[in-house]
């Protein structure tokens, strides 16, 4: 299995390529920007790329769509529904979150309508990429339509900004609901196992079983309310 990170935005995202090292078939997870550095990477290892896979629709995660979806057009691009309303807002995410009009330009956070998205992600659908299979597992929390995607038989799993090394995401976005977090990272990512890899979407990978004995949203090392940590 291929894996390439790119990080990308004033909000160090990771943008990843994930893709099967014998079929060459490529996936690109949560392009946030960097089109032209991703298609880079996709010609110069001789991948085809088969789909744009977003774990949620916050404006880090997507905001490269645009860009690399002009250069690949024949990708898919696959969204859960319930974050479909944030993807088609992307140009108005920045106000959003209280960054003013005039800065948009300078931060780089002025955003063109993103293309239309092909399908949308099924809770337990089994996605392939090749020889890989990627278990979707829909986990709101960060967002109404967070999903992870779970490769089980190369023991990874691609969290997103629901569970990162040492912290969760945040919950006081719209949408976000801290004890709907804990529970999709209880129910749904920590089952995977403890020798499982995170690749989480901003910081350092991780295993499920190091979070579990050391980070403190999972501990209970915190009494906690929501949102006041992440
Ligand atoms: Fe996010």
């Known amino acids: 299995m291929i894996i390439e990170t790119f990080i ?14 014998e079929t060459r078939r490529a996936v690109c997870i949560d392009p946030g920007d960097s089109a032209d550095a991703i298609a880079e990477f996709i010609n110069g290892n001789n991948l085809e790329l088969q789909a744009i896979t977003l774990t949620h629709a916050h404006l880090d995660h997507i905001g490269g769509v645009f860009d690399l979806h002009k250069i690949f057009p024949q990708a898919e691009i696959i969204l859960h529904k319930d974050d479909e309303d944030l993807y088609y807002n992307l140009p108005t995410q920045p106000l959003f979150m209280g960054i003013p009009r005039h800065e948009l330009k300078a931060l780089g956070l002025e955003y063109e309508m993103p293309p239309r998205l092909s399908r949308y992600w099924q809770d337990g659908e089994i996605y392939g990429v090749g020889n890989l299979q990627f278990k979707i597992l829909h986990c709101p929390g960060h967002t109404l339509g967070h999903v992870v995607l779970a490769e089980e038989k190369m023991r990874k799993v691609f969290s997103g900004d629901c569970l990162f090394a040492g912290s969760i995401g945040r919950t006081d976005l719209p949408g976000g609901d801290y004890e709907q977090l804990i529970n999709s990272i209880t129910d749904k990512i920590l089952p995977l196992g403890d020798d499982v890899t995170v690749y989480s979407g901003h910081g350092d990978d991780t295993k499920i079983g190091h979070e579990k004995a050391t980070n403190p949203f999972l501990t209970g090392a915190y009494q906690m309310t929501q949102g006041r940590f992440a």
Do not use: G, K, V
Request: net charge positive; glycine share 0%; aromatic share 8%.
């Open 8 to 21: 990308t935005t004033l909000f160090q995202q990771n943008t990843r390529i994930l893709a099967c090292a």
